[in-house]
């Protein structure tokens, strides 16, 4: 069993002068999760290469026991800094795709055309994709087979509005999770804030926020052994 993970290339949290990336909980939780279970792993990202870390996810206090052993695996660290360029993986090549949060998706990723196509494939070839927190960012403009929103009437969750607020970035961000997911007609649900949530609906697995990152890891093992 081969997945795909496609992290952000993006580094800029907006106009604040503050920098993002992927979350490191949200890559390292499901990485270690899958691995440990002999799935392969392969890495990619919009530009290639490294991706940008998120500097609040390497904080004292959003530390886990999965960020502790990214930080003394060099191995990995040395994969993660040649990340494949999108635009050159094919969907044939693997069994599921799963996008790792942190704001960054919320630029790129949303409004990527490769990112886009590739999910649009992996779908259409009854592979499952997984997302959680801020890369459902990623599910803005996928479209099914019909030309609606794959979201629509589908359950699913994301970074919920108050969780937004108390991080204080809802000013900051060019949109809401919680409310793309609504507006393109997703069966939006969520349990309290930073709790972990993780919902299946078919192909389509999608967590809350970094402490559901496993839970989706779950989910989509479960589905790649079916």
């Given at each position: 069993?081969?997945?795909?993970?496609?992290l952000?290339?993006?580094?800029?949290?907006?106009?604040s002068?503050?920098?993002?990336?992927?979350?490191?909980?949200e890559?390292?939780?499901?990485?270690?999760?899958?691995?440990?279970?002999?799935?392969?792993?392969?890495?990619?990202?919009p530009?290639?290469?490294?991706?940008?870390?998120?500097?609040?996810?390497?904080?004292?206090?959003?530390?886990?026991?999965?960020?502790?052993?990214?930080?003394?695996?060099?191995?990995?660290?040395?994969?993660?800094?040649?990340?494949?360029?999108?635009?050159?993986?094919?969907?044939?090549?693997?069994?599921?795709?799963?996008?790792?949060?942190?704001?960054?998706?919320?630029?790129?990723l949303?409004?990527?055309?490769?990112?886009?196509?590739?999910?649009?494939?992996?779908?259409?070839?009854?592979?499952p994709?997984?997302?959680?927190?801020?890369?459902?960012?990623?599910?803005?403009?996928?479209?099914?087979?019909?030309?609606?929103?794959?979201?629509?009437?589908?359950?699913?969750?994301?970074?919920?509005?108050?969780?937004?607020?108390?991080?204080?970035?809802?000013?900051?961000?060019?949109?809401?999770?919680?409310?793309?997911?609504?507006?393109?007609?997703?069966?939006?649900?969520?349990?309290?804030?930073f709790?972990?949530?993780?919902?299946?609906?078919?192909?389509?697995?999608?967590?809350?926020?970094?402490?559901?990152?496993?839970?989706?890891?779950?989910?989509?093992?479960?589905?790649?052994?079916?």
């Open positions: 069993m081969n997945v795909l993970f496609v952000t290339s993006h580094a800029e949290l907006g106009d002068g503050k920098k993002t990336g992927f979350w490191i909980e890559f390292a939780s499901p990485y270690y999760y899958l691995t440990d279970r002999g799935v392969e792993v392969t890495l990619a990202s530009a290639g290469g490294q991706p940008p870390i998120d500097p609040t996810s390497d904080q004292p206090e959003n530390q886990t026991e999965s960020t502790i052993r990214f930080k003394g695996d060099e191995a990995l660290q040395e994969k993660l800094s040649r990340t494949l360029p999108l635009a050159d993986v094919s969907a044939d090549d693997y069994d599921a795709v799963f996008y790792p949060g942190g704001h960054g998706p919320l630029w790129d949303a409004e990527s055309e490769d990112s886009r196509l590739l999910i649009q494939t992996f779908y259409g070839m009854q592979k994709v997984g997302f959680v927190c801020h890369a459902p960012a990623a599910l803005k403009n996928v479209k099914d087979d019909k030309g609606e929103a794959l979201v629509k009437g589908k359950k699913v969750t994301g970074f919920s509005n108050t969780e937004e607020e108390l991080v204080q970035l809802k000013e900051v961000v060019p949109f809401l999770v919680e409310d793309m997911l609504k507006e393109n007609g997703g069966n939006y649900s969520k349990a309290g804030d709790e972990p949530y993780a919902l299946e609906d078919g192909l389509l697995i999608t967590g809350q926020n970094p402490a559901s990152s496993e839970k989706v890891a779950e989910l989509l093992l479960a589905q790649l052994k079916k």
